[in-house]
């Protein structure tokens, strides 16, 4: 099997009981395979599970669990700060918590390269900064490198986080919900990334419950329902032909959710009078009234 994420048998237990229950998950080098289901079927669980960072209250077993043809299975924290990164990486969904406030976009890229890499230094670490940068068509990366990431825009910032985390070269990337809190225009251009690094050779691990996205950039489908595996195929298949109940509710959900709107008022929803806004003494907002 081509490198990627091979489990079998994944068990996750917590104080009262089973979370996660025989599943079964393959992640090849160049596939993007989606992980769905509802809220608290397990699917950021499991993710977290192939991370090494499940909660302490939690106990992962697994007949086999291997991430970038590493069994990971007991390894320790050291081995599995080894591996964050250089093996395997994490996108989350809210790229202004995942990056922090005060280091600036290239120093935040640069990090998993100086932890994996130490001996790239100087011109050398500038330069795969600013590779990682234009790999995810972040424009003027120099001048990005050089900003904070309160003063990107949304899809910006998470562009510059998927930039971190594939900075080491890792064979894995988790990408968990990460396109929810971004536009409709700005969760299309983050979904041809992934789709890209995908075609590239990574193996994406993309979580979600938004089918409309699933369909635009998973090869495969893995869908979830309270800690189990209810079904799985190539997208196409499991889009269009779901077998499993559940699966064909969420399927129809999303076909046939009715437009819901809201009723007409004379009084406006959202108001903002004088509004003004700073950022290091400059003034990016001032004085905006709106209704």
């Given at each position: 099997m081509?490198?990627?994420?091979?489990?079998?048998?994944?068990?996750?237990d917590?104080?009262?009981?089973?979370?996660?229950?025989?599943?079964?998950?393959?992640?090849?080098?160049?596939?993007?395979?989606?992980?769905?289901?509802?809220?608290g079927?397990?699917?950021?669980?499991?993710?977290?599970?192939l991370?090494?960072?499940t909660?302490?209250?939690?106990?992962?077993?697994?007949e086999?669990?291997?991430?970038?043809?590493?069994?990971?299975?007991?390894?320790?924290?050291?081995?599995?700060?080894?591996?964050?990164?250089?093996s395997?990486?994490?996108?989350?969904?809210d790229?202004?918590?995942?990056?922090?406030?005060?280091?600036?976009?290239g120093?935040?890229?640069?990090?998993?390269?100086r932890i994996?890499?130490?001996?790239v230094?100087?011109?050398?670490?500038?330069?795969?900064?600013?590779?990682?940068?234009?790999?995810?068509?972040?424009p003027?990366?120099?001048?990005?490198?050089?900003?904070y990431?309160?003063e990107?825009?949304g899809?910006?910032?998470?562009?510059?986080?998927?930039?971190?985390?594939?900075?080491?070269?890792?064979?894995v990337?988790?990408a968990?919900?990460p396109?929810?809190?971004?536009?409709?225009?700005?969760?299309?251009?983050?979904?041809?990334?992934?789709r890209r690094?995908?075609?590239?050779?990574?193996?994406?691990?993309f979580i979600?419950?938004d089918?409309?996205?699933?369909?635009?950039?998973?090869?495969?489908?893995?869908?979830?329902?309270?800690g189990?595996v209810?079904?799985?195929?190539?997208?196409?298949?499991?889009l269009?032909s779901?077998?499993?109940?559940?699966?064909?509710?969420?399927?129809?959900a999303?076909?046939?959710?009715?437009?819901r709107?809201?009723?007409?008022?004379?009084e406006p929803?959202?108001?903002?009078?004088?509004?003004?806004?700073?950022?290091?003494?400059?003034?990016?907002?001032?004085?905006v009234?709106?209704?």
């Amino acid at each position: 099997m081509s490198d990627g994420v091979h489990v079998r048998g994944l068990r996750i237990d917590g104080p009262e009981g089973a979370l996660v229950r025989d599943l079964d998950l393959d992640v090849r080098a160049g596939e993007c395979v989606a992980l769905v289901g509802e809220s608290g079927a397990g699917k950021s669980l499991t993710a977290r599970a192939l991370l090494g960072l499940t909660p302490a209250s939690t106990r992962v077993s697994s007949e086999t669990l291997r991430i970038d043809g590493n069994d990971v299975r007991g390894l320790s924290p050291r081995g599995w700060r080894t591996l964050r990164g250089r093996s395997i990486a994490l996108v989350s969904q809210d790229a202004l918590v995942s990056l922090d406030p005060l280091r600036r976009v290239g120093a935040e890229v640069a990090e998993p390269v100086r932890i994996h890499e130490p001996a790239v230094r100087g011109a050398a670490l500038a330069d795969r900064v600013r590779a990682s940068l234009e790999r995810v068509s972040l424009p003027e990366p120099d001048r990005r490198a050089r900003q904070y990431p309160h003063e990107l825009s949304g899809g910006l910032r998470q562009r510059a986080l998927i930039a971190s985390a594939l900075a080491a070269g890792p064979a894995v990337l988790v990408a968990d919900e990460p396109t929810t809190a971004l536009d409709a225009t700005v969760q299309a251009r983050v979904l041809t990334l992934l789709r890209r690094i995908a075609d590239d050779g990574v193996a994406v691990l993309f979580i979600s419950h938004d089918l409309g996205a699933v369909a635009r950039v998973a090869d495969r489908v893995v869908v979830m329902r309270d800690g189990r595996v209810v079904e799985t195929g190539t997208t196409a298949e499991v889009l269009a032909s779901p077998r499993d109940p559940h699966t064909r509710e969420l399927v129809a959900a999303v076909s046939h959710e009715p437009l819901r709107r809201a009723p007409r008022t004379d009084e406006p929803l959202v108001m903002g009078e004088g509004l003004v806004k700073s950022f290091d003494g400059r003034r990016a907002v001032d004085g905006v009234s709106f209704a």
